[in-house]
């Protein structure tokens, strides 16, 4: 399993980077808007976090439009900003039709806001290059998430499907280490996470 770096922290992830722990970064328009971020700088932060990670490691930016032609041009934007940049596409009808476009062109897409295997398995359908199930916030509604990324990477083995799970939304080593058993590709953790990883009381 690979780790991303879920954060827009650009410090957060030149120290990953240098632990050699990154295989790419997720980020999105409210993680941006924490470290104090301006929305109309958001492609060009995203160009700064390209710069930092170098091209070999994927960036997924997320796309804030609703409709499929917004997000269409505004992933073409996004996907211009450096080769290794992934447009980040949420899991709903627009997203789906709007992937399907974006895929054809070449663009990778990570669908975002997954939290079904049905919704899995049409984002794959649409040419999603990376589908991403939210555990921490099935758990916040009592459902299991690192269920939910078991069943998805259970599905796209049987039907020979080559999307890649990405576990999101990861709160605590507790989900780390689940979602590690799975067999999922990828899990993208915030940085308070990623140093939880490393330190033990012994
Ligand atoms: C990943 O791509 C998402 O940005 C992230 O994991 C969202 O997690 P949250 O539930 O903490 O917002």
Redesign the pocket.
């Known amino acids: 399993m690979k780790f991303f770096l879920?954060t827009a922290d650009l410090a957060e992830i030149e120290e990953a980077a240098s632990w050699g722990a990154l295989a790419g970064v997720?980020?999105?328009p409210s993680?941006y808007a924490r470290i104090g971020g301006k929305l109309d700088d958001f492609h060009n932060h995203i160009k700064r976090i390209c710069d930092i990670v170098g091209p070999d490691c994927p960036v997924?930016a997320e796309s804030v439009a609703m409709n499929r032609d917004e997000i269409i041009a505004d992933g073409r934007e996004l996907a211009d900003i450096a080769p290794n940049v992934v447009v980040?596409v949420p899991t709903m009808v627009e997203g789906l039709a709007a992937t399907h476009t974006l895929a054809a062109e070449g663009i990778p897409v990570n669908m975002?806001l997954c939290f079904s295997v049905p919704q899995a398995l049409l984002a794959a359908r649409a040419g999603a290059r990376y589908i991403?199930p939210?555990i921490?916030?099935l758990d916040d509604i009592g459902e299991n998430g690192v269920q939910l990324v078991e069943n998805i990477v259970k599905a796209f083995k049987l039907y020979g499907i080559t999307t890649e799970v990405?576990a999101?939304?990861?709160?605590n080593l507790e989900h780390v280490e689940k979602v590690m058993l799975t067999g999922c590709q990828i899990a993208?953790i915030p940085t308070k996470v990623l140093e939880q990883m490393i330190i033990h009381p012994l």
């Open positions: 879920d997720t980020t999105n993680l997924s980040k975002t991403s939210f921490g916030r990405i999101a939304s990861i709160r993208t």
